[in-house]
């Protein structure tokens, strides 16, 4: 309404009063086309994620016979039975692989980030350049030789390779987000503490840690998002069907369910609430999270 | 001496993280290029030089090209959605909405980014159902029954099909990142050219798309580079096929490795993936190093 109303009350002195009207028939024409795009918009992204909800409370029938409709009743029984038929086991696997690989990733992160703002190095650009560089590789090109690697070294179907990669291939980025919030913090800080006797590592856990609590929770939230729904290392170095996390757990249920919709529906419903509520939970930490990794 | 020790002491700050970088990252990458020489399998344990035999092999092979062709599918779809689209959207939702709705729209548009690509994956699969799914039935529904059909089960739509639901997965993204730039721009910039009456569609051209060209060019780069590296989507809905259709280099790489055991083949289509995505990277990091001496 804004642009629409200042329009109006300027004295525009070069236009007659037909071409003032006409400029507001347009923008207001301008105004409805963006609404619809906008709505459209959010109806077709909600909708499939409404439809997946909704149908995992029906029956196959309603499901096929009344695709639109909601359904009659709230059959809590498919979650139950997709719960029990495997989500219950992946749910822990993925729990397992997710936690660990937060709080790796994020520790080990921030105590490099210290390291490469704080402290002069020996060949200190170099090491920048490496974890640099780490932000260009992609896991898909390392697949084959992860593959050897984790065979020869026994890690190959543990819950130990996917942690061990969902940290390193997240590092860079971590690092590099970490390391732009502190770089921020005042030095004085590290000074005053230091005239206090405390050393590198005390300043490090007790004063720099809890003063980059902002930017720590959106790295974790950022690689919870990631290791909850990483799915290629997931597929290629777990062969052990109890070892299996969510993505890959749930590819094995639609082909094991494969007539049975509510039930798979239910499951995928299940699997995509957790990183959905924390979504909506730490949304400011997350979209912190998200710009400050990409706009720099 | 004590200086000297301190100063090498500093290293252990960084020490696991370059560690686990060098060993899981850098390595591979390394041995994958090596890996690409040679020939083996699980009978033949022991890897045997070849030269440049697989790389003969992978650019004789029109399963190949075709995968090559529809990763380049995969990133012209994916700007014009990306890049186009979202940032439309962004600037409209900036532009029309008000503070509260546009936090409640944003929100919205962000969700299937939160959900796990397989989740996505499977719930596409049923809506692509030929005789069950929603799509065929929303066809129905507004008279266009005719283009009905099975969606990732026939050569012609397959690959298609997947390329649609990823652009649903992520245009809400991308436009959440464009939001993010729009509002750093100095709304001075807006109200000046309000004043010299200037409607919406030309301050988006004049201001708003030269002020957010910095994440354009970003958003540019990430999308094709992930263009290039796509596996999970595919993998999902269709592994590749029916026949080979809708394969890209990811899942080409995947089946030949472990399905196929010919490990040296993938090796070469994991470095011809490199070579791309490495292109695009330092592309990327030359534009952003140009500008910063221009500025």
Known sequence: ?296 | MGTLLTRWRTWLWVLPAVALLLVFVYYPIVDNLRLSFFSWNAFSPEPRFVGLDNYAETFADPVFWRALLNNTAYAVVSLVFQAGLSLVLAALLEELVGKRMRGLLRTLYFIPAAMSITVVGVLFSFLYNPRYGLVNAALDAVGLGHLGRAWLGEESSAIWSVIAMSQWQSVGYTAVLFVVAIQRIPREYYEAARVDGSGAVRMFFSITLPMVREMTTLIVILTISGAFLVFNEVMVMTAGGPDNSSQVLGTWLYRKAFFEDDMGYAATVATVIFVITFAIAALQLAVSRRRRYDA
């Open chain 1, 1 to 296: 309404m804004i642009a629409l109303g200042s329009s109006m009350e300027r004295p525009a002195a070069s236009h007659g009063g037909t071409a003032r009207a006409s400029l507001g028939v347009r923008a207001l024409a301008g105004r409805l086309l963006g609404w619809s795009l906008l709505g459209a918009f959010a109806v077709a992204m909600l909708y499939p994620v409404l439809w997946m909800v909704l149908s995992g409370f029906k029956d196959n029938q309603e499901i096929f016979n009344q695709p639109w409709a909601p359904p009659g009743e709230l059959r809590w029984e498919n979650y139950a039975r997709a719960w029990d038929l495997g989500v219950v086991r992946y749910f822990g696997n993925s729990v397992i692989v997710t936690g660990a690989s937060i709080v790796a990733t994020t520790l080990i992160s921030a105590w490099a980030a210290y390291g490469l703002c704080r402290l002069r190095l020996p060949f200190g650009n170099a090491v920048a350049l490496l974890v640099l560089g780490g932000l260009l590789l992609s896991p898909t090109v390392a697949l084959i030789p992860l593959f050897r690697l984790l065979t020869s070294i026994g890690l190959f179907d543990t819950h130990w390779a996917l942690i061990v990669l969902y940290t390193a291939f997240r590092i860079p980025f971590t690092i590099f987000l970490i390391r732009a919030y502190m770089i921020e913090l005042p030095r004085a800080v590290d000074e005053a503490a230091t005239i206090d006797g405390a050393t590198r590592t005390q300043i490090f856990w007790r004063v720099i840690l809890p003063m980059c609590r902002p930017i720590l929770v959106s790295a974790a939230l950022l690689q919870a998002l990631f290791a909850w729904n990483e799915f290629a290392f997931a597929l290629v170095f777990i062969s052990d069907e109890s070892l299996k996390t969510l993505p890959v757990g749930l590819v094995a249920m639609q082909s094991r369910l494969l007539t049975d919709w509510p039930v798979v529906l239910a499951g995928l419903t299940m699997a995509a609430l957790p990183t959905i509520l924390l979504f909506l939970v730490g949304q400011r930490q997350f979209l912190r999270g998200l710009t400050e990794g990409v706009g720099k």
